[in-house]
């Protein structure tokens, strides 16, 4: 299963990142590059912090492939991202979060590092693709918005950690709960334009 999360996160925010490019107006380069950097940036990142060998796609190129090819596709079959719902790219980019949300924490806590590294890997697994692809389209990012964002990772991650480390919970049990929760909080924010209020001095 958790296989099959991962592919689904790649293939969802290699999506993200490919329909923020054409929106954008972007070269068939341009595309493939946001789409693959989206896919594999917060995982690549999180690799480097927790030193624990190369980067997952240098080993297994699997996720790099889907996501090359996920954009590739996505170049030939989205004539006209302006003409998608609104609600399309939102809800692409909660469902790979959420995903990569769980792999993160996943991936950490295989390692054995503690419960609190564990969320913030999972957190940084989460965001970091798409910090990167909001980076290079000149974006704001959106952990930087007031939108309920990385609040949804870290209590989605937190979560799975509480049920695996503490409550014993099976580890792709806890998991799906973490993802649910992050992906719930997410689309309910959206839904219903939830904000955390702003800092203001």
Known sequence: MIYWF????TVVFALSGVLLAGKLRMDPFGV?????????GGGTIRD???DNGPAFWVTDPTDLIAAAVTSMLAIVLVRQPRRLPKWVLPVLDAV??????GIGVNKSLAIDVGPMVAVCMGVLTGVGGGILRDVLAR???MILHTEIYA???IAGGTVH??????????LQTAMLIGVIITLGIRLTA?????KLPTFTI
């Open 6 to 9: 991962d592919l689904l996160g």
């Open 32 to 40: 493939l590059v946001l789409g693959i950097v989206t896919a594999i």
């Open 96 to 101: 790979g979060l959420a995903v990569f949300v």
């Open 151 to 153: 609040t949804a990772c």
């Open 190 to 194: 959206i839904r219903w334009h939830l």
């Open 48 to 50: 480097m912090i927790l």
């Open 161 to 170: 950690v509480v049920l695996y480390h503490y409550l014993g919970v099976p």
């Open 139 to 141: 974006e704001v990012p």
